[in-house]
């Protein structure tokens, strides 16, 4: 790495052989999806080649090159929620004992939950999308999904009222 951060270039070959390994498997375990992971460990890689010349050679590589990759994690993770990919996601599986006329409900329930969900304020959405990817929350953002929870229960209220009132 002190070679790469001098600006040898014949010093990124090794340097990625030895980092692609640990950050992969690194990016799997808080991704869960090899593509993904892949894309992440692939940008945090890229981040610490144009970053070389910064590199504290009394550092340490390894722990430099995954923070890099926990930071693009947390993108894509973001990216996913702004995306709504790990939020409110399909129903869970159907027994085999559940009714045609059981699914067709959940589904209907479903739908009337997103559409409660996306009716909220954005800022409202990406605390309840935060809790439920299983983010731990500070203080502030645990008032926030408070508030946030509160206003999607009264927006259930008053969609329940309109429809049975």
Known sequence: MRRLALGERAAMDPVHRGLWPPLLAFCRKLLGDDAAAEDAAQRALITLFEDAPRFDP???????????????????????????????EAAPPRSAGTTPEAAVERQELDAALR?????????????????????????????????????????????????HG
């Open 58 to 88: 009394g550092g340490d590589v390894l722990a430099w090159a995954t923070s890099l990759a926990a930071w693009e994690c947390r993108s894509e993770r973001r990216r996913r929620q702004r995306r709504r990919e790990d939020v409110l």
């Open 115 to 163: 559409g409660l969900f996306d009716g909220l304020d954005p800022t409202d959405q990406e605390v309840i999308e935060r809790v439920l990817a299983g983010e731990r929350l500070g203080p502030r953002d645990r008032k926030r999904k408070q508030r946030a929870l509160a206003r999607m229960r009264q927006r259930w209220m008053e969609r329940w009222e309109k429809s």
